[in-house]
């Protein structure tokens, strides 16, 4: 046992040495690296800090940092909530997004509000979802940033980064409590049109019933791609829009509803204009009404509403009225709504137009009829002209005529030879 003594000092020694040289290193490493860093970006050579390193400290509640703005920056984070969001579920590091921060301290931002903070980090999202951040740029949000409002949101306005939740299942389809949260997330910056929608028939069956039939905000306006609503662009593209749950029989057959509201309304002279002008003039401004000037554009009701529901005669006079002034009561009788006619619904004009359908095909194939009648009656006609023609003997050639006879003395207006 006294010969192994030796030994085991040695070895006790070394790994004394080993283990303080692994203290300094987790003492002054962090330091050194802050240091060393010049603009605050990490030392690729470096492994990332894991986050149970980084949970150590932000997992305590309530911690904030006064900004120069006096506004309090929450740096706490619950573990369990960023453990159950996307990231936490994906296992990414916190430096994946906070990659100017390799230790502690942390290298102090550029920032002087919860804006500035939240600015700083804008660009952060692109790395991951390219796709999403390509499309962001095109949207009105962007350009309203870039002409200068910083408070047009950015990515981490809708999508809290430790909080957001899987939004999709694997077949694509959104989850109805991630759909239901939309109008409160666009609630934060359109609040009063938020207030106008939650009475909505669309908005009360969101809020209130989580109905997945129903329109949310981005069914009508997209989710990246933000277009300017008050462009002649979107309000030619707004009866498409409106006509992607209202021609599906699988959501309107539900609440006895017409499918046949595109067709009706491309039918007739109001739709006819701007169905022309959507494809070829995109941006031109025309006169004619669209889905949300009738029906309404975040305060839709049922159309048997007492109050705002154009089923309603006088409500769908008034409505008339703001295009047609002179609109007296009887001019709604002209409007069939979008149900195209049948026994049930507008009789007389159903059977009016089943007359004309068997009227007009009628005439023009008694017409049609006639004509080819008299081409064959005209050809046989001529063709029984022809062998007559043949058959008639050409005209002799004129008889010669006849010498003149010679003249005579006994034209007593001559004066003839020997009378005096």
Known sequence: MRAYLPIITRGLGLAALVLAVLLLGILTGPSSAVQAGTGGAPDPQNEPPPNAECLAC??????????????????????????????????MNCTDCHTDISGYPHPEKPVDSLRDYTLFYKDACADCHQEQYQQVQDSIHTREFNAGNVNAPVCSDCHDPHAQGQIRDEQGHMYLHERANIPQTCAQCHNEIFEVYAQSVHGSGILDNNNPDVATCTDCHGVHQIQDPTSETFRLSSVDVCANCHTNPNIMDKYGLSTAVLDTYVSDFHGTTVTLFEPTHPDAGVNEPVCFDCHGIHDIQRVDDPVKGIEVKQNMLATCQRCHPDATENFPDSWLSHYIPSPERAPLVYYVNLFYKFFIPGVLGAMAVFVVSDVRHRAASSRRRAPEKDATPEPAPPADEPPAAPETDDDPSTPGEGQS
């Open 58 to 91: 932000h997992s305590q509640a309530g911690q904030y940092v006064t900004l120069s703005s006096g506004e309090l920056l929450l740096v706490s984070i619950a573990p369990q909530v960023y453990g159950g969001s996307v990231h936490g579920q994906q296992n």
